[in-house]
T-cell receptor
Framework: GENVEQHPSTLSVQEGDSAVIKCTYS??????FPWYKQELGKRPQLIID?????GEKKDQRIAVTLNKTAKHFSLHITETQPEDSAVYFC????????????FGKGTRLSVIA | GAVVSQHPSWVICKSGTSVKIECRSL??????MFWYRQFPKQSLMLMAT?????????EQGVEKDKFLINHASLTLSTLTVTSAHPEDSSFYIC?????????????FGPGTRLTVL
């Protein structure tokens, strides 16, 4: 089955700096790669996703890049703000409709004002 | 976006009792729903895939007789934790995708925090 590795486990940045979180996946059949932000005690919230037919996607301060050959994808947050502080999870999933998302272990991001 | 609800949002029970958690897709139909468990400061771990009208598929290490899943309709899946013990205390989150939907997005419920005394 799919295995997703995520690094780093914790990340501290100064407000205004950029943050980068990296993930690798094992199943070459996976074709959907979402990123979630989770605040304490709440459900994961989708912040951006990318499909395998796209190499990069951007939404304001957030971008995701995908390298299918290397089987890795990354989240980039620019101009970080204190409210970006949370736990971020990457995930991967295969093609079929009943294939579940497999999550990375998460990255705790702290943005220091 | 589509909405998934869970009930209850939190529950405290005594060791040895059973607890049922409901997961509903409010504005879409979901042939398949997923149940995850999240321990403090850890990731979401898939427990089982719930299929409407058929048996659930459990992940390795998850006891099917302890975590009973019923997916009786296209909008409701239930997870029953039988004979709960303190080690079952966790945050349980369900998730669903719209049946036949072209969007890949998987929608999450708000979670149920279970505390077993």
């Amino acid at each position: 089955g799919e295995n997703v590795e995520q690094h780093p486990s914790t990340l501290s940045v100064q407000e205004g700096d950029s943050a980068v979180i990296k993930c690798t996946y094992s199943d070459s059949a996976s074709n959907y790669f979402p990123w979630y932000k989770q605040e304490l005690g709440k459900r994961p919230q989708l912040i951006i996703d990318i499909r395998s037919n796209v190499g990069e996607k951007k939404d304001q301060r957030i971008a995701v890049t995908l390298n299918k050959t290397a089987k890795h994808f990354s989240l980039h947050i620019t101009e970080t703000q204190p409210e970006d502080s949370a736990v971020y999870f990457c995930a991967a999933r295969g093609k079929t409709g009943n294939t579940p998302l497999v999550f990375g272990k998460g990255t705790r991001l702290s943005v220091i004002a | 976006g589509a909405v998934v609800s869970q009930h209850p949002s939190w529950v405290i029970c005594k060791s040895g009792t059973s607890v049922k958690i409901e997961c509903r897709s409010l504005d879409f139909q979901a042939t398949t729903m997923f149940w995850y468990r999240q321990f403090p400061k850890q990731s979401l771990m898939l427990m089982a895939t719930s299929n409407e009208g058929s048996k659930a598929t459990y992940e390795q290490g998850v006891e099917k007789d302890k975590f009973l899943i019923n997916h009786a309709s296209l909008t409701l899946s239930t997870l029953t934790v039988t004979s709960a013990h303190p080690e079952d205390s966790s945050f349980y989150i369900c998730s669903a995708r719209e049946t036949g939907g072209g969007n890949n997005e998987q929608f999450f419920g708000p979670g149920t925090r279970l505390t077993v005394l």
